[in-house]
């Protein structure tokens, strides 16, 4: 399988804190791959990196062959680098609907579809299909066609958390980074807002990371692991072999070696 | 989906008013050409408000708008109102164009603040320019109308239409725009900037864009109420000046592009009514015209109208 996004020996360093230390990865196109670590490890850090949101100290990203390391975020997301966020970023006086239009709207602009004066009634690149239509769409595939005329704000966590991710699709990504897709999401729901995800996704060929605390469902959904400790991968496998590593049991999972 | 008739309410109250006009009085002209200047000004504080950003220096525009009005017939012996208006409009965008590279980069009272203390520089040079009249400002020519000199009786009635002309198709335009995916990211911006970057759009320049948009409705507003009044003086960009359009703007609401020129012609009318009963204290009747309006209608006069609208 080709790779799709290649970091190589990222660092970044904020005062005394090592938030990155040499963090390369190759993630192949179409894989699943779970990040995971205790807080602070750098997970995050790891996709502000690659989402231009943060700027490395050294080392580089490339994205299909191309160096994206000084781009600014919108830059990266126009190219097919989207993510959700842990604590979800939505347009709260909007209705989820009208969160969906005002990415859409953001879409049909770069694509030089909408103007000062022009609607852009144009087929939504990626899709095919009206503005409205991908809106309603993507509500569906992520479960929130009713909610679909509520305010962003009012929703419960969970739907926050989808939306955010529905967001996310709509510049139909080639790359998609998670943000804790399932955090504040109860146990027994886990499971299954995680498949919902992944089907929606995984339908329109998105290469996904996601990062996730739960080691059950990292070990369901994903194919290939990176540990965090300290600003490193300490781990980088599939599933079974990461989590059986030595440094993972004692600094990831909690147990003794 | 409810129909909106802005674009047919607004056409039709042209119509209704170019019919109307002749049989109006002077004093009324007056009032409504002075609304429409002031409601154009306000138009564009509604894009910014929309996207959270309140300025408190629109008198820049206005003031610029109303000083290239001046010097064209001062320097260049021009009084054509649409010349007047266009060259106002478009000095004020290429000001704003240039001080938007610095003020788009601010959110929140550093927005409100830049843009007072730049419309305060303004004022300041103004004052000290004796080739424009000092603190006196200056008289403006009598308009002209694409050369024609409307009688003495029609001038006041000529202006009125053109501003109406003009605010109308503003009105049209802005309508418009806020109707496109550009317009569109207004709320988003206010609501969640970092989605905004995270979707691919630039926050940044599409205040910067608003900006321009706003500068340069102001700019044909001050060029308006300058031939409207017939003189200018560096009080047009001080920062009371600011404080009238927003005034007006929390006044009519952010609603609807129809609502700052009835919000600019309701003040206008409570403005002339407080000077009338009490000249030295009408601030006073002004504010607490302002103090009930916030306490009942926080969403300002407009959020009636769109009450009824949902009621019916």
Same mark, same amino acid.
Not at chain 1, 18 to 28: G, L, N
């Given at each position: 399988?080709?790779?799709?996004?290649? @970091?190589?020996?990222?660092?970044?360093?904020?005062?005394?804190?090592?938030?990155?230390?040499?963090?390369?990865?190759?993630?192949?196109?179409?894989?699943?791959?779970?990040?995971?670590?205790?807080?602070?490890?750098?997970?995050?850090?790891?996709?502000?990196?690659?989402?231009?949101?943060?700027?490395?100290?050294?080392?580089?990203?490339?994205?299909?062959? *191309?160096?994206?390391?000084?781009?600014?975020?919108?830059?990266?997301?126009?190219?097919?680098?989207?993510?959700?966020?842990?604590?979800?970023?939505?347009?709260?006086?909007?209705?989820?609907?009208?969160?969906?239009? =005002?990415?859409?709207?953001?879409? !049909?602009?770069?694509?030089?579809?909408?103007?000062?004066?022009?609607?852009?009634? @144009?087929?939504?690149?990626?899709?095919?299909?009206?503005?409205?239509?991908?809106?309603?769409? !993507?509500?569906?595939?992520?479960?929130?066609?009713?909610?679909?005329?509520?305010?962003?704000? =009012?929703?419960?966590?969970?739907?926050?958390?989808?939306?955010?991710?529905?967001?996310?699709?709509?510049?139909?990504?080639?790359?998609? #980074?998670?943000?804790?897709?399932?955090?504040?999401?109860?146990?027994?729901?886990?499971? &299954?807002?995680?498949?919902?995800?992944?089907?929606?996704?995984?339908?329109?060929?998105?290469?996904?990371?996601?990062?996730?605390?739960?080691?059950?469902?990292?070990?369901?959904?994903?194919?290939?692991?990176?540990?965090?400790?300290?600003?490193?991968?300490?781990?980088?496998?599939?599933?079974?072999?990461?989590?059986?590593?030595?440094?993972?049991?004692?600094?990831?999972?909690?147990?003794?070696? | 989906?409810?129909?909106?008739?802005?674009?047919?309410? $607004?056409?039709?109250?042209?119509?209704?008013?170019?019919?109307?006009?002749?049989?109006?009085?002077?004093?009324?002209?007056?009032?409504?050409?002075?609304?429409?200047?002031?409601?154009?000004?306000?138009?564009?504080?509604?894009?910014?408000? *929309?996207?959270?950003?309140?300025?408190?220096?629109?008198?820049?525009?206005?003031? $610029? &708008?109303?000083?290239?009005?001046?010097?064209?017939?001062?320097?260049?012996?021009?009084?054509?109102?649409?010349?007047?208006?266009?060259?106002?409009?478009? =000095?004020? @965008?290429?000001?704003?164009?240039?001080?938007?590279? #610095?003020? @788009?980069?601010?959110?929140?009272?550093?927005?409100?603040?830049?843009?007072?203390?730049?419309?305060?520089?303004?004022?300041?040079?103004?004052?000290?320019?004796?080739?424009?009249?000092?603190?006196?400002?200056?008289?403006?020519?009598?308009?002209?109308?694409?050369? !024609?000199?409307?009688?003495?009786?029609? =001038?006041?009635?000529?202006?009125?239409?053109?501003?109406?002309?003009?605010?109308?198709?503003?009105?049209?335009?802005?309508?418009?725009?806020?109707?496109?995916?550009?317009?569109?990211?207004?709320?988003?911006?206010?609501?969640?900037?970092?989605?905004?970057?995270?979707?691919?759009?630039?926050?940044?320049?599409?205040?910067?864009?608003?900006?321009?948009?706003?500068?340069?409705?102001? &700019?044909?507003?001050?060029?308006?109420?300058?031939?409207?009044?017939?003189?200018?003086?560096?009080?047009?960009?001080?920062?009371?000046?600011?404080?009238?359009?927003?005034?007006?703007?929390? !006044?009519?609401?952010?609603?609807?592009?129809?609502?700052?020129?009835?919000?600019?012609?309701?003040?206008?009318?409570?403005?002339?009514?407080?000077?009338?009963?009490?000249?030295?204290?009408?601030?006073?009747?002004?504010?607490?015209?302002?103090?009930?309006?916030?306490?009942?209608?926080?969403?300002?006069?407009?959020?009636?109208?769109?009450?009824?609208?949902?009621?019916?």
């Amino acid at each position: 399988m080709s790779v799709i996004l290649d @970091a190589q020996g990222l660092c970044k360093t904020f005062g005394a804190v090592t938030a990155a230390s040499e963090v390369s990865a190759a993630i192949e196109k179409d894989s699943v791959v779970g990040l995971i670590g205790t807080n602070g490890a750098g997970k995050t850090t790891f996709i502000n990196i690659v989402t231009g949101y943060i700027k490395p100290d050294r080392g580089s990203i490339a994205y299909e062959g *191309r160096d994206i390391t000084r781009l600014p975020p919108r830059a990266i997301t126009r190219l097919g680098i989207c993510r959700s966020f842990q604590i979800p970023q939505l347009y709260g006086s909007l209705t989820a609907f009208d969160n969906m239009m =005002v990415g859409i709207g953001i879409v !049909l602009r770069n694509a030089g579809l909408a103007g000062y004066f022009s609607r852009g009634a @144009a087929p939504v690149p990626g899709y095919g299909r009206p503005a409205e239509e991908v809106a309603e769409h !993507l509500l569906g595939r992520f479960g929130l066609l009713e909610e679909r005329d509520r305010n962003a704000q =009012v929703l419960p966590g969970g739907a926050r958390k989808l939306l955010d991710i529905a967001l996310a699709m709509v510049a139909k990504p080639r790359v998609l #980074l998670l943000d804790e897709p399932t955090s504040g999401v109860s146990s027994q729901e886990k499971f &299954g807002m995680m498949q919902m995800v992944l089907d929606a996704v995984r339908a329109e060929g998105v290469t996904v990371l996601f990062v996730e605390h739960d080691m059950e469902v990292v070990s369901r959904f994903a194919q290939r692991v990176l540990a965090f400790y300290d600003g490193r991968i300490i781990a980088d496998a599939a599933p079974q072999a990461a989590l059986a590593h030595p440094e993972v049991k004692r600094y990831v999972v909690g147990q003794r070696a | 989906m409810r129909r909106d008739h802005t674009v047919t309410i $607004l056409c039709t109250a042209f119509v209704f008013l170019a019919l109307a006009g002749p049989w109006l009085p002077q004093w009324a002209m007056f009032i409504m050409t002075v609304a429409f200047a002031r409601g154009l000004v306000v138009l564009g504080l509604l894009l910014l408000l *929309r996207a959270g950003l309140v300025s408190f220096g629109q008198a820049l525009f206005y003031c $610029l &708008g109303a000083y290239s009005a001046g010097a064209l017939g001062r320097f260049f012996g021009v009084a054509d109102i649409f010349v007047e208006m266009a060259v106002g409009g478009a =000095v004020a @965008a290429a000001t704003a164009f240039v001080l938007g590279f #610095l003020l @788009a980069r601010y959110r929140g009272i550093f927005f409100g603040l830049l843009s007072l203390a730049l419309s305060m520089i303004l004022y300041g040079l103004l004052v000290k320019s004796e080739a424009l009249g000092s603190t006196d400002g200056f008289n403006i020519l009598p308009s002209t109308l694409f050369g !024609l000199r409307p009688g003495a009786e029609w =001038v006041r009635y000529a202006v009125l239409v053109s501003a109406a002309a003009v605010a109308l198709a503003a009105a049209l335009l802005v309508h418009r725009y806020l109707d496109t995916p550009l317009g569109r990211l207004a709320p988003a911006i206010k609501d969640n900037e970092i989605r905004v970057e995270y979707m691919g759009a630039s926050a940044r320049r599409a205040v910067h864009v608003k900006y321009v948009i706003a500068g340069g409705l102001a &700019g044909i507003g001050g060029a308006l109420a300058a031939t409207a009044v017939g003189h200018i003086d560096p009080e047009m960009a001080y920062w009371t000046t600011s404080g009238e359009f927003i005034f007006i703007a929390i !006044l009519a609401g952010t609603g609807n592009v129809a609502a700052p020129f009835v919000g600019a012609l309701i003040y206008g009318a409570i403005h002339t009514m407080a000077y009338d009963l009490s000249p030295n204290t009408w601030q006073l009747s002004l504010g607490a015209a302002l103090l009930l309006l916030i306490v009942f209608l926080p969403e300002g006069l407009w959020s009636l109208f769109s009450r009824y609208v949902r009621h019916s």
